[in-house]
């Protein structure tokens, strides 16, 4: 696949708002086209996502996304913060011990256990076992977001088979309940239509969020190993915490790129966009030094379709590395650099090994 790439801020915005002229239907869309062998397992069990949220447009978008966006109210996310709070306590008073015998890896111990309990509560949708959670997660962001060859696709579509099964009997469950997806059920939408919205919002949700925990949590440890004694410690405070997670998501984001297809010919900035070209717009990582101070909104998208929990996120990843500062304030890192998930729009290091420091045992 070729694509038209736009990464200046000022560029990305307009055609974000441009939603005459530039449309997300391949928001969603495989990357790479799906084998016949691939189709087939996800036909059986009548896999589909029709266009509801991220890659609808239109009075249905418009309404869908009015109705989700009451799961993630401003007074919604700023009451879950003891929640996160008490979640990241507690799973650091494990990690706490758990460094007693050596370096662990804070994206298994930390990162992981904390966004899917948190989209859990807001939304009143339950979450599958978390490993089970993590895998399908994982592997359909591999499917519709990287480069797996036809063997590969065999496995992920498995994966996703799985995890569109459990979504059809949860959006089932909810009917008639003030779940997330018993309200789209109530509002009339079809069993497909809720699998859809459900199939990335779920991912979305607690995925992305921890990505974007693990990044900002390696990225603090990192900077203080190369910098002055106690900055990692520094990151305890509110406000250093807020500003870390903001540059992290202004330069690389866990949701780097998003996508959108030109409807018509026309021109971006004086550049030629034929009709049907395929655009990727880079949301983080293109803002010069400190001279955008809202720099870190874009990784969240922009105008109709900027994210829904976009405030949720930023306050849970700020949450949690505070509490990890503070709980943990003689944090190293530990062992060679991480490997990465590098996907044409996700990205994080796999695992964020840390130890405690030799100033707590000399």
């Given at each position: 696949m070729s694509y038209t790439v736009i990464g200046e801020p000022a560029q990305v915005r307009d055609i974000m708002r441009r939603t005459d002229d530039f449309?997300?239907?391949?928001?969603?869309?495989?990357?790479?086209?799906?084998?016949?062998?691939?189709?087939?397992?996800?036909?059986?069990?009548?896999?589909?996502?029709?266009?509801?949220?991220?890659?609808?447009?239109?009075?249905?978008?418009?309404?869908?996304?009015?109705?989700?966006?009451r799961f993630f109210t401003p007074a919604k996310v700023a009451a879950i913060e003891p929640r996160v709070r008490e979640l990241a306590r507690?799973?650091?008073?494990?990690?706490?011990?758990?460094?007693?015998?050596?370096?662990v890896d804070l994206a298994e111990h930390v990162g992981k256990h904390i966004p899917p309990v948190v989209m859990a509560e807001l939304t009143g949708q339950p979450t599958p076992e978390l490993d089970l959670l993590k895998r399908w997660s994982r592997d359909s962001l591999e499917l519709f977001w990287g480069w797996p060859d036809p063997e590969r696709q065999l496995l992920l579509a498995h994966s996703a088979?799985?995890?569109?099964?459990?979504?059809?009997?949860?959006?089932?469950?909810?009917?008639?309940?003030?779940?997330?997806?018993?309200?789209?059920d109530a509002a009339g939408l079809s069993s497909a239509e809720v699998c859809s919205l459900g199939y990335f919002l779920v991912i979305a949700g607690q995925e992305t969020t921890a990505q974007l925990i693990n990044t900002v949590l390696f990225r603090g440890l990192e900077s203080a190993a190369r910098a002055t004694t106690g900055s990692w410690a520094a990151l305890s405070e509110p406000e250093a915490a807020r500003n870390h997670v903001r540059a992290v998501l202004a330069t690389e984001s866990s949701v780097h790129t998003w996508r959108r297809a030109a409807l018509r010919d026309t021109q971006v900035a004086g550049q030629a966009i034929p009709a049907g070209a395929e655009i990727l717009l880079e949301l983080s990582g293109r803002h010069p030094g400190q001279a955008a101070p809202t720099a870190y909104s874009l990784a969240f998208g922009h105008g109709?379709?900027?994210?829904?929990?976009?405030?949720?996120?930023?306050?849970?990843?700020?949450?949690?590395?505070?509490?990890?500062?503070?709980?943990?304030?003689?944090?190293?890192?530990?062992?060679?650099?991480?490997?990465?998930?590098?996907?044409?729009?996700?990205?994080?290091?796999?695992?964020?090994?840390a130890q405690l420091s030799s100033k707590e045992f000399p």
């Open positions: 449309a997300p239907t391949n928001a969603l869309t495989s990357v790479v086209p799906l084998a016949p062998a691939t189709l087939r397992i996800l036909s059986k069990v009548r896999f589909a996502l029709p266009p509801v949220l991220a890659s609808a447009t239109g009075a249905q978008h418009r309404a869908v996304r009015t109705m989700v966006g507690h799973r650091l008073a494990a990690t706490s011990m758990a460094l007693g015998q050596g370096p088979a799985e995890f569109y099964v459990w979504l059809r009997q949860e959006a089932a469950a909810a009917r008639g309940t003030s779940s997330l997806f018993g309200v789209l109709l379709h900027r994210c829904l929990g976009a405030k949720l996120a930023e306050l849970e990843t700020a949450l949690v590395l505070e509490e990890t500062a503070r709980a943990l304030p003689l944090l190293e890192p530990a062992g060679a650099p991480p490997q990465w998930l590098r996907l044409l729009s996700f990205q994080a290091p796999l695992t964020v090994t």
